[in-house]
């Protein structure tokens, strides 16, 4: 922990969870009423010693008590006043800093309210392109995907989940596993203590599938289209549904999803996670990336694993004493369609629909296999590092194509010196940033040449003698 985090919102709720006064509070930790006064204000931090008595006396689990829920609840609040909806709004940085220091719960309702919003508002737009086709009335969904819930899960934990960590270093040990002989060691820890065998089968017996668990005959089936890299991942997946079940359940089960669907989907992503971190486990990994300052290449080549798996497992670097770079990532593919996303380091990623066009992430298709960066920033004044590169999943021969991605992997302007792939940059510079936004439909930029679709919050000018840059042309919104 920080010794000088600031928790004095969580100190002030514990103490009235206790129904105790300041004074009572402050005899029990053995320091002066004004001095608890101003840790609950935020004038004093929380120290290590005072973190200590404050787990002997009132039994709170320091690891989630000493966590930086403040910066996860800045970057939601961020999230909800990028709207067009607020461009009226003068509200800075310090406002949601001040916010979410002083009032957490008031923030979260926020964030929370915002989100039941956004959904109605989806829902009415969903409801709206169904009356206009009658004949697929019955097909409108109000439910949130069961994607976006497993989604959300996965942020509210900062893509960081301890407990599997510390499963896949207890593999590494039961199993005897050996750098540079990964697929062996799993094959035969599968063997020893499960009684289950792998076999590698040819695509045309395969089909679509690249792991198929044989229950009965105790076997795993792996296509031979699977990278080595790929059949290390898909065995470590399989010995988390078989080793640590319980552990997925139990985590699941915590989450609050709603459906069986979402249940399932999470369950999966869990396993994925515990496999990524078998493939690059978490101390020699933060090592190796802070070592080669985050160089993806040296990665994959030194833990044997994909660019993308790389990338993914770079964003879990949130281990409390170790953490790394706070990335962002996104997976979409040469149609603008998104299928993986994570905003970290509070980077604004739409919850429906592509990105912004003017974002590197596209122009990666160009050059397929380059690595491009850029420096990009916000409506809000954000400024992040990004950079971008096309990846290929492996398909199943001449009827079944390879399919190909672009990858985005970026994090807040200050943490841009530490990547080796910002050397050159100049990082000082944020008037040469590319101005960027989070998709058309939120954002305010008038004078982008790349929109697609006009502004949520504008009304739309149609006039036949005028063209600008952009086909469409806006009045300013109510009341301005």
């Known amino acids: 922990m920080d010794k000088k985090a600031m928790l004095g919102p969580k100190v002030r709720r514990l103490r009235r969870d206790h129904g105790l006064t300041q004074a009572q509070m402050a005899e029990k930790l053995g320091i002066s009423p004004s001095y608890l006064n101003l840790i609950e204000h935020n004038q004093r931090p929380v120290t290590v010693p005072l973190l200590l008595k404050l787990g002997q006396q009132f039994g709170v689990d320091l690891q989630s008590f000493a966590e930086d829920e403040e910066s996860r609840l800045v970057a939601g609040l961020r999230e909800v006043f990028a709207d067009p ?192 971190a078998v493939v690059m486990p978490y101390a020699r990994f933060w090592e190796a990336a802070n070592q080669v300052r985050y160089d993806i290449e040296i990665l994959r080549r030194r833990f044997d694993a994909s660019f993308e798996q790389v990338c993914q497992r770079l964003t879990t670097l949130q281990r409390p004493g170790a953490k790394g770079v706070p990335f962002f990532l996104m997976r979409v593919d040469s149609a603008g369609n998104v299928s993986k996303r994570f905003s970290g380091a509070g980077f604004h990623l739409a919850r429906f629909g592509g990105g912004c066009a003017r974002w590197i992430v596209y122009e990666a298709f160009r050059t397929p296999g380059k ?72 954002c305010p930029r008038l004078d982008c040449s790349q929109r697609a679709f006009p502004p949520l919050n504008h009304r739309l000018i149609v006039d036949e003698n005028l063209r600008g840059l952009s086909p469409y042309l806006f009045a300013p919104p109510a009341g301005e």
């Not at 916010?99 to 957490?104: R, S, T």
């Not at 005959?217 to 990278?227: F, H, K, V």
């Not at 001449?398 to 841009?416: N, V, Y």
Request: hydrophobic fraction near 40%; charge should be negative; aromatic fraction near 8%.
């Open 85 to 276: 909806l607020f461009d009226g709004s003068d509200i800075k940085n310090q406002d949601f800093r001040e916010l979410a220091a002083v009032a957490p719960t008031l923030g979260q309702a926020v964030v929370a309210l915002y989100r039941a919003f956004r959904t109605s508002r989806d829902d009415l737009q969903t409801l709206s392109e169904r009356v206009a086709d009658r004949e697929k009335f019955h097909l409108v969904q109000t439910s949130s995907f069961p994607q976006d819930e497993v989604r959300d899960l996965f942020q509210a934990h900062s893509n960081h989940f301890a407990e599997l960590e510390e499963a896949a270093e207890e593999l590494w040990q039961e199993g005897r596993l050996e750098k540079g002989d990964l697929y062996r060691g799993l094959t035969d820890y599968l063997l020893n203590n499960h009684s289950v065998r792998v076999r590698l089968l040819p695509s045309d017996i395969m089909g679509y599938a690249v792991r198929r668990f044989d229950r009965h005959g105790r076997r795993i089936l792996l296509s031979e289209m699977l990278a080595p890299s790929g059949r290390n991942f898909q065995l470590a997946c399989q010995i988390a549904l078989l080793r640590h079940r319980d552990l997925l359940n139990r985590i699941v089960e915590s989450s609050g999803l709603t459906g069986d669907e979402a249940r399932r989907l999470a369950r999966i992503g869990l396993a994925n996670y515990f496999a990524a």
């Open 371 to 442: 690595i491009h960066s850029q420096l990009a920033q916000m409506p809000d004044g954000t400024t992040y590092f990004s950079i971008a590169r096309t990846v290929v999943k492996a398909g199943g021969g001449f009827r079944s194509p390879p399919q190909q991605f672009a990858i985005a992997l970026g994090c807040d302007l200050q943490h841009a010196a530490q990547i080796t792939y910002a050397d050159g940059v100049d990082l000082e510079n944020t008037e040469a940033a590319t101005p960027i936004g989070v998709n058309c439909r939120l």
